[in-house]
């Protein structure tokens, strides 16, 4: 007994046992999920943000604007040669609109999982590059947003939520109409969710203690101070602290409570959903109040790092419980309608619906002569849908195909284009199919 | 470059991440995870002696990604609120006062980026206080300006029975008025 006293703590701090530690800390096999909504995300508000410069990108960034290039930024050798932008390299006009466009085009690249193995890095590249050109006009939303991206960089994103999914679907669906591609997930994917989950507990943890070393924060007047500073000041909430002046060291020290609570409490999981409720809605707050949105957004966006895979699965399975099943009848003789089911179906990513080769194995529900001049959906109910009246019930209930809403129902694009267009499809898919 | 390893199917409970990594690959981005979560860390750190000595290391890294950031929002107080507003004589000698902020849209980020630009010119007066006021000139040509005056507007403490007895947090009596620089605008 005694030797086995002995050995054990020597056995329990052995290298194989801290390597098992540090790959179940780091390494956890996780799919991109999180990440992909973190990159969605963020993509849109890069590309809103910096869309909206576009009046003032000469002002802001320009050579002869606001901050006029400072020779010492570029040139100096210690720390400053570090702080790099694409900017000290530009000496003429036209390189300032060019460069915006293509980060803008990169941005929303980046929101659609467009190439993203590239255009991550450019996006990366170019935000460093606005802020180190003009540092007097990042603030804190920047620096958040430059550590977001440098981890989404590091990660495998686009394998989920993304145009490049879609590729890799339709791919797959040209062969075989039935193939699944599966759910990527991998180690290190989980390793650069740990990342994102540590940066934000980090940032948190540091802006708890820094607050509880301030007066203003100790004394309760910190929300107070908020509310008539010039930059945030808000009258409606002034007036309302001014007759209840107990809510502002509530929502002071609640504030700290949140963040720090935050910190702890994310990581457990019967405690992650209420630490994660309580996040957003602080950052709710400041956007609400403070109209800090674009900084809200973003931290709302590292948050999701901490989406646990089986939120996300029952999510998406009471979604496809509510829908309900739909199966689309096709002709499996025309290629063209092959083709394009496998289009359409790479949107499915849910897999709600299911295909019906009505050559191989009739429909009980549709007869073939009718299958035969437009596809058809079958609903829960046992109702049939043909042609463009099938495509216009699945496009809202298909979270993949939501982007062609307007399409199917915008009375004057589906009625004077998309109706006639499907009906022209349906009626020469032959001819299609010989060209396709 | 996005670090991949692999696509296999997703499997149940820890996966031992040793088996689908090659030794030195596990090794290998077993020192990035450490090296960037020290950096992560390092970046917020208040200086100590122990962190100075690692920025040294770690700082081109945490510069070159614009890793650094002290994330103390608000902190340790809230501080003061600083406006900018600016006076113009013109050749009457007439002054007009303007409060930029007050054209801007809070629902735009165009009116950060404005706030952010005059709060560096009142911070750094010497650097950009003369091209604010040129460009100041020419934007209130219509007056025929003689000067402009850059003032900053400094809140003082306001509190809930000021409030309550009807008054503003921009009122004269809580704000502190200091001139900061002029411009003698060209004959127009």
């Given at each position: 007994m005694s030797s086995d006293v002995t050995a054990r703590p020597v056995g329990f701090f052995s290298l194989a046992t801290l390597g098992g530690l540090w790959s179940r800390i780091w390494f956890q096999d996780r799919p991109t999920t999180p990440l992909e909504i973190t990159r969605i995300g963020i993509g849109f508000a890069m590309l809103l943000h910096y869309a909206l410069a576009t009046p003032y990108l000469y002002l802001l960034w320009g050579n002869d604007g606001w901050f006029p290039r400072d020779p010492l930024h570029a040139n100096d050798g210690g720390a400053g040669i570090w702080?790099?932008?694409?900017?000290?390299?530009?000496?003429?006009?036209w390189q300032w609109p060019l460069f915006h466009a293509f980060f803008l085009f990169c941005c929303a690249a980046l929101m659609l999982g467009w190439r993203t193995s590239l255009f991550k890095w450019l996006v990366l590249i170019g935000h460093i590059s606005y802020d180190q050109r003009s540092p007097n006009l990042a603030y804190g939303v920047d620096a958040i947003l430059a550590c977001l991206l440098v981890i989404l960089c590091f990660a495998p994103t686009g394998k989920a939520l993304s145009l490049d999914r879609v590729r890799a679907v339709r791919r797959a669906k040209r062969t075989d109409l039935g193939a699944m591609v599966p759910q990527f997930s991998s180690p290190w994917t989980g390793a650069c969710i740990r990342l994102m989950q540590i940066q934000m507990a980090v940032l948190f943890y540091v802006s708890a203690t820094d607050k509880m070393t301030g007066e203003d924060w100790r004394t309760g007047e910190a929300v107070w101070r908020v509310f008539y500073h010039v930059d945030y000041s808000n009258d409606l909430m002034l007036s309302l602290f001014a007759s209840h002046y107990w809510l502002s060291p509530l929502a002071t020290y609640g504030t700290i409570v949140i963040e720090l609570a935050y910190v702890f409490f994310i990581w457990p999981r019967r405690t992650r959903p209420y630490a994660l409720a309580g996040a957003l809605f602080l950052h709710s707050q400041f956007a609400l109040l403070m109209r800090l949105y674009y900084f809200s957004f973003v931290m709302a966006m590292g948050h999701m790092s901490f989406l646990r895979r089986e939120w996300l699965d029952r999510l998406g399975a009471f979604w496809v419980r509510k829908v309900g099943p739909m199966e689309m009848i096709y002709d499996g003789q025309c290629g063209f309608c092959k083709r394009s089911m496998a289009a359409f179906l790479a949107f499915d990513g849910l897999r709600q619906i299911s295909i019906r080769d009505y050559r191989t194995n009739p429909s009980p529900v549709v007869p073939s002569e009718k299958v035969d001049k437009a596809l058809y959906l079958v609903l829960p109910d046992g109702r049939a849908l043909p042609g463009f009246e099938a495509y216009r019930y699945v496009v809202p209930r298909v979270p993949g195909l939501w982007w062609m809403v307007p399409l199917f129902y915008i009375p004057v694009l589906s009625r004077l284009i998309g109706r006639p267009l499907y009906n022209w499809i349906a009626t020469h898919r032959s001819l299609l199919s010989k060209y396709a | 470059m996005s670090i991949e390893v692999s696509a296999a199917p997703p499997q149940t409970?820890?996966?031992?991440a040793s088996q689908r990594f090659s030794p030195i690959a596990y090794a290998a981005l077993s020192l990035l995870l450490a090296w960037h979560t020290v950096a992560m860390v390092l970046a917020a750190l208040p200086e100590s002696r122990i962190s100075d000595a690692l920025r040294t290391v770690f700082s081109p890294y945490i510069t070159l990604l614009r890793l650094d950031n002290d994330w103390g929002f608000f902190a340790p107080n809230v501080g003061s609120g600083y406006q900018f507003r600016y006076i113009v004589k013109d050749a009457a000698g007439a002054e007009h006062t303007f409060t930029p902020a007050d054209t801007l849209s809070r629902f735009s980020p165009a009116s950060i980026w404005f706030r952010d630009r005059y709060r560096a010119v009142m911070a750094a007066p010497e650097t950009f206080a003369k091209a604010l006021g040129d460009s100041l000139c020419r934007q209130h040509a219509k007056l025929h300006p003689v000067s402009i005056t850059l003032i900053e507007i400094e809140q003082d403490d306001f509190w809930p029975e000021d409030k309550l007895a009807g008054k503003s947090p921009l009122d004269p009596e809580f704000i502190t008025t200091t001139p900061f620089g002029s411009t003698q605008c060209p004959a127009t």
């Open positions: 702080e790099q932008s694409v900017f000290f390299y530009f000496n003429a006009a | 409970g820890d996966a031992a």
